[in-house]
């Protein structure tokens, strides 16, 4: 199987942890919280990692 590293539709603000985890085969709310605790813990350095995922990582294409 082609895996493919998108933003899912499965979104709360671009789909970045849900893409991720649906990459990962791991649940999203675990990713989610991760990414948050990580952000936390490196002193915010996990906002602008989000901010250049959001635009590199492509949209996906299925519609759900």
Sequence with gaps: MDKKLVRSNNKMIA??????????????????LGFAALTLFTGFAGIPFYIVAWIVMPESETYA
Excluded: F, H, N
């Design 15 to 32: 789909g970045v942890c849900a893409g991720l985890a649906e990459y990962m085969g791991i649940d999203i709310t675990a990713a989610r």
